[in-house]
């Protein structure tokens, strides 16, 4: 049985997290150190104290969840805990590649710091949203988005679950969609609380802009074999690496491929290493037979070593 650590992506974040594994673990505190000094500010302060209001604004939440989940990878294989796979949700691709020895944690958290900026600034405020779309009948989301767009912008952006897409665009698009999947049968179609509409064509200018930053940096080949959810393929080099973080800009996160490929190639064992628990229950909608275990806080940890035993 093969075991693959998953990292999460926006909005797993919390104000107070990865202030125990700081405390309890040195290899740990080592790495909010050196994000504060990658950063030129306490990232670690605003991870254990926040405010949350702080914490939630996309540039700062994204190089706070990076360096929590590579914080807790770090207690981890310093335990002597190693993936067979690893795989990320969004966001979590960089922690991923920091786990599998492609990317320098002080370059990923400088580049995913600027990655929010550029996500922010591609829209303006109050011009795109997001929604989600539970339980939407199979078969219904293309002829939905379709019906939806009337010349302007709606796709898919994160294929979560069976259960669970989420949708992005332009927010009069956006809405139209909510209302004809309810009129479809979803259980529940939601606008979501985010500042921007990520993983759709809107994001292009973000997307050129940060893929002049990844192409500046330096990506080896991976030390063991990642999932990308850009195309839900393995990759084990740095140029696939580097291509996967450009392209998923503008491109939907196929998360309930990943885990399927996942699961297909063996793993059984699934580890969510970094704060919150959101793939977790992802992973129950996507395969209740698959193990979920999370690691993102101390006390984590003696349960996890109880079921890894």
């Known amino acids: 049985m093969k075991t693959?650590?998953?990292?999460?992506?926006?909005?797993?974040?919390?104000?107070?997290?990865g202030r125990s594994l700081a405390e309890a673990f040195p290899s740990a505190r080592a790495i909010f150190e050196e994000a504060d000094r990658a950063l030129g500010f306490s990232l670690s302060s605003l991870c254990f104290e926040g405010p949350e209001e702080a914490l939630k604004l996309t540039e700062n939440t994204q190089p706070a969840?990076?360096?929590?989940?590579?914080?807790?990878f770090t207690v981890l294989r310093e335990k002597g805990y190693q993936p067979d796979y690893v795989a990320g949700h969004s966001l979590g691709e960089y922690s991923a590649l920091v786990a599998a020895g492609s990317l320098k944690f002080a370059d990923a958290v400088q580049l995913?710091?600027?990655?929010?900026?550029?996500?922010?600034?591609?829209?303006?405020p109050g011009e795109g949203a997001m929604a989600a779309l539970l339980r939407l009948p199979e078969g219904k989301l293309d002829d939905i988005l379709a019906q939806a767009a009337q010349g302007q912008v709606v796709t898919a952006a994160n294929l979560n679950s069976p259960d669970q897409v989420v949708i992005a665009g332009h927010a009069a698009a956006v809405q139209r969609a909510v209302e004809l999947a309810k009129a479809a049968g979803a259980r529940r179609a939601v606008l979501l609380p985010v500042s921007a509409p990520f993983h759709c064509p809107l994001m292009l200018p973000a997307q050129q802009r940060l893929a002049v930053d990844l192409e500046q940096t330096e990506f080896s080949d991976l030390c063991c074999p990642l999932v990308n959810n850009v195309r839900a393929e393995v990759i084990r080099t740095g140029a696939e690496a580097r291509r996967g973080l450009i392209d998923q800009v503008t491109s939907p996160v196929r998360w309930t491929e990943t885990i399927r490929l996942l699961a297909a190639n063996g793993c059984g064992t699934f580890l969510e290493i970094g704060p919150g628990g959101v793939l977790s229950g992802l992973l129950r909608g996507i395969d209740p037979a698959l193990k979920g275990l999370r690691f993102g806080e101390a006390e984590d940890l003696e349960k996890l070593q109880a079921a890894l035993v």
């Open 65 to 72: 969840i990076l360096t929590v989940s590579v914080a807790a």
């Open 112 to 124: 995913v710091r600027k990655r929010g900026r550029y996500m922010q600034e591609a829209v303006p």
């Open 4 to 17: 693959a650590f998953l990292f999460p992506g926006q909005g797993s974040q919390f104000a107070g997290m």
